[in-house]
């Protein structure tokens, strides 16, 4: 097995990672434990980096992928991943700042940013596992 077999693999778990520290960091916010948030949420950003460095070398070694799927669903799964990478790169200094914020307390100002950055890059994430499950495993 070759790096562009395996990477879109590793790449997708540290997605799915990355999801689900930032919903457990949702939760704990939401029931007022702060610390456990602060940590859940660097957990998140710690396993998006690394998905964004192995995304990044996937990129540099492997062939483009082609989707394979056939009618109706290609414009679907065109508009997804459209979406997909329009709002990962909004999202990525919006989630920077957001952490700024929280770290350096000024949490009125973070909470603010938050509420846009939690659900954009809930979306991202989501759509990635979509994006992924539509290439590798759906339509092969
Ligand atoms: C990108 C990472 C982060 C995201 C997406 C995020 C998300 C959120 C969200 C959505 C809220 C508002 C919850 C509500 O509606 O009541 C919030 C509040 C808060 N966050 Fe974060 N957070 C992140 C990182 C951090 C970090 C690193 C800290 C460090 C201490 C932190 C500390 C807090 C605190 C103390 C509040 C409560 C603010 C208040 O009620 O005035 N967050 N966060």
């Known amino acids: 097995m070759n790096t562009a077999n395996t990477l879109p693999h590793v790449t997708a778990a540290l997605n799915a990672v990355a999801l689900g520290f930032l919903l457990t960091g949702y939760v704990l916010i939401r029931t007022g434990r702060r610390e456990q948030h602060r940590k859940a949420m660097l957990a998140a950003v710690a396993a998006s980096g690394l998905f964004l460095a192995f995304y990044i070398v996937y990129h540099f070694t492997a062939p483009i992928f082609v989707f394979r799927g056939t009618g109706a669903v290609r414009p679907i799964y065109y508009a997804l991943l459209i979406s997909h990478v329009a709002l990962a790169a909004l999202v990525t200094p919006m989630v920077l700042l957001t952490v700024w914020r929280g770290l350096t307390g000024v ?30 495993h759906v339509y092969t």
Request: charged share 15%; aromatic share 24%; net charge positive.
């Open 107 to 136: 949490f009125p100002r973070h909470k603010r940013l938050a509420r846009w950055t939690f659900p954009l890059w809930t979306y991202v994430s989501v759509s990635g596992i979509v994006v992924y499950a539509m290439l590798y």
